[in-house]
């Protein structure tokens, strides 16, 4: 088993994913744009769409998290639908990671220790995508 993540977007999923790929020191892949996927004469695009992201990729931490933009006949609902957990291998991670991901965004925990971890830190980025991030010492 695996485990992936789907993070949907407005119509900045690009500048999302730019940021993530380089947060989280890693590469995009496979993006696409509906304009360029296989078109469906059953689901006509509609041309306010034809730039925005339908799929894009990074590996994170061995997993794959995957990213769109919705489409205009479907709005996006920003909310609390997603919480990506991050679990990195020192305190130092937990510190940089936070202060990259809240510009633009708001801390809800500062990296601090927790009674689950050694160092814990929850922010909310400026994509409106809350992020758990933690440093779990399994020796303490």
Same mark, same amino acid.
């Given at each position: 088993?695996?485990?992936?993540?789907?993070?949907?977007?407005?119509?900045?999923?690009?500048?999302?994913?730019?940021?993530?790929?380089?947060?989280?020191?890693?590469?995009?892949?496979?993006?696409?744009?509906?304009?360029?996927?296989?078109?469906?004469? #059953?689901?006509?695009?509609? =041309?306010?769409?034809? /730039?925005?992201?339908? *799929?894009?990729?990074? &590996?994170?931490?061995?997993?794959?998290?995957?990213?769109?933009?919705?489409?205009?006949?479907?709005?996006?609902?920003?909310?609390?639908?997603?919480?990506?957990?991050?679990?990195?291998?020192?305190?130092?991670?937990? #510190?940089?990671?936070?202060? =990259?991901?809240?510009? /633009?965004?708001?801390? *809800?925990?500062?990296? &601090?220790?927790?009674?689950?971890?050694?160092?814990?830190?929850?922010?909310?980025?400026?994509?409106?995508?809350?992020?758990?991030?933690?440093?779990?010492?399994?020796?303490?």
């Amino acid at each position: 088993m695996k485990l992936e993540m789907f993070i949907n977007f407005n119509g900045n999923c690009r500048e999302a994913v730019e940021l993530y790929a380089k947060v989280f020191k890693s590469e995009v892949k496979n993006l696409m744009t509906y304009g360029e996927a296989p078109q469906n004469s #059953e689901y006509p695009l509609n =041309e306010s769409d034809r /730039g925005k992201i339908m *799929y894009a990729d990074i &590996q994170m931490g061995g997993m794959i998290v995957m990213f769109m933009d919705m489409p205009s006949d479907s709005p996006l609902i920003v909310g609390n639908n997603i919480n990506p957990t991050v679990n990195v291998t020192d305190k130092v991670e937990v #510190e940089r990671l936070c202060g =990259e991901l809240k510009e /633009g965004g708001k801390v *809800y925990v500062e990296p &601090q220790k927790t009674f689950f971890s050694e160092c814990y830190a929850m922010v909310e980025d400026k994509f409106g995508v809350t992020w758990q991030i933690l440093y779990y010492n399994s020796q303490d």
